[in-house]
């Protein structure tokens, strides 16, 4: 299977909001009122963290059907620690993005804890939104 292409465009509305394209679907990304923005959308961190939840969402129901054993339910809870000194310029000590990122999933199935073990490392292994977050990715920025 050769590389899939994703492509999306934005644009920034103001000094906080940016509104996004993907396949025809609108994403509005904005922050709190208490960074500035008018609270419009979730903020990038946010929706990074969304990402996570929904591929981890596609990938834990994928393997669960190829392990052949029904995925009746899937609670997801993601919380991620960051601090914004280095976003708003007041330190240069931390990085900018997340300290750590934690993942809890309550799978609702009749699978052995031994499965679902298995299942827990294959999903870890295959999901692309984690492994861009768990691991370098080039990123090059330019000016058009």
Same mark, same amino acid.
């Given at each position: 299977?050769?590389?899939? #292409?994703?492509?999306?465009? @934005?644009?920034? /509305?103001?000094?906080? #909001?940016?509104?996004?394209?993907?396949?025809?679907?609108?994403?509005?990304?904005?922050?709190?009122?208490?960074?500035?923005?008018?609270?419009?959308?979730?903020?990038?961190?946010?929706?990074?963290?969304?990402?996570?939840? &929904?591929?981890?969402?596609?990938?834990?129901?994928?393997? @669960? #059907? /190829?392990?052949?054993?029904?995925?009746? &339910?899937?609670?997801? /809870?993601?919380?991620?620690?960051?601090?914004? #000194?280095?976003?708003?310029?007041?330190?240069?000590?931390?990085?900018?993005?997340?300290?750590?990122?934690?993942?809890?999933?309550?799978?609702?199935?009749?699978?052995?804890?031994?499965?679902?073990?298995?299942?827990?490392?294959?999903?870890?292994?295959?999901?692309? *939104?984690?492994?861009?977050? @768990?691991?370098?990715?080039?990123?090059? *920025?330019?000016?058009?």
């Amino acid at each position: 299977m050769s590389d899939l #292409k994703v492509i999306v465009n @934005a644009r920034s /509305e103001n000094a906080t #909001k940016t509104v996004a394209q993907a396949r025809g679907f609108t994403l509005v990304i904005d922050e709190p009122d208490t960074f500035g923005g008018q609270d419009e959308g979730a903020n990038p961190v946010e929706y990074l963290l969304a990402s996570l939840t &929904g591929c981890l969402g596609v990938v834990c129901n994928m393997v @669960a #059907k /190829e392990m052949n054993f029904e995925l009746k &339910g899937l609670d997801i /809870e993601v919380e991620g620690d960051l601090n914004p #000194k280095k976003l708003m310029g007041l330190s240069d000590r931390e990085r900018a993005g997340f300290k750590e990122i934690r993942v809890k999933l309550t799978p609702h199935a009749d699978a052995d804890a031994k499965t679902l073990k298995e299942w827990l490392e294959t999903v870890e292994s295959r999901c692309p *939104i984690s492994d861009n977050i @768990a691991n370098p990715t080039p990123v090059s *920025i330019t000016l058009a």
